[in-house]
C-alpha cells in the first residue's frame, strides 16, 4: 500500500544544514505533485515547498533562498536541503503526495519527523 516515510529529521544548530528525504511507494510517485509541510503545536500546517512532477518549484516566502525541494523519480524520493536553519524553522516536516484528477483525489502523507533548530 501507500507509504510516505520521511527521514533526515534530527538537532541542529542555527546557521545549520539539514537534508529530509522522503521514501514513497505503493503508487505512481513520478505523476504527483509532492510537497513538504510543517507544523508547529498551536499552528495550522503550512505548506514549505512544492514540486511537481516535471521539476517546477515553489517555496513559502519563509525559506526562499534557504531551502531546496528535489525528487528522484527513478528512486521515487523526494528530498529537502535546508540550509542557514533558523529557531522558527522549528518543526515537524511532513512528506505530502497529491494528485486531483477530474473525479477522484489522491493525497497520501507520512507520519512526520522533527526538525530542531536549537543551540
Known amino acids: 500500500q501507500v507509504q510516505l516515510v520521511e527521514s533526515g529529521g534530527g538537532l541542529v544548530q542555527p546557521g545549520g544544514s539539514l537534508r529530509l528525504s522522503c521514501a514513497a511507494s505503493g503508487f505512481s510517485f513520478s505523476s504527483y505533485y509532492m510537497s513538504w509541510y510543517r507544523q508547529v503545536p498551536g499552528k495550522e500546517r503550512e505548506l514549505v515547498a512544492v514540486i511537481a512532477s516535471g521539476g517546477s518549484r515553489n517555496y513559502a516566502d519563509s525559506v526562499k533562498g534557504r531551502f531546496a525541494i528535489t525528487r528522484d523519480n527513478t528512486r521515487n524520493t523526494m528530498y529537502l536541503q535546508m540550509n542557514s536553519l533558523k529557531p522558527e524553522d522549528t518543526a515537524v516536516y511532513y512528506c505530502?503526495?497529491?494528485?486531483?484528477?477530474?473525479?477522484?483525489?489522491?493525497?497520501?502523507w507520512g507520519q512526520g519527523i522533527q526538525v530542531t533548530v536549537s543551540s
Open positions: 505530502n503526495a497529491r494528485l486531483y484528477p477530474a473525479s477522484v483525489r489522491y493525497d497520501y
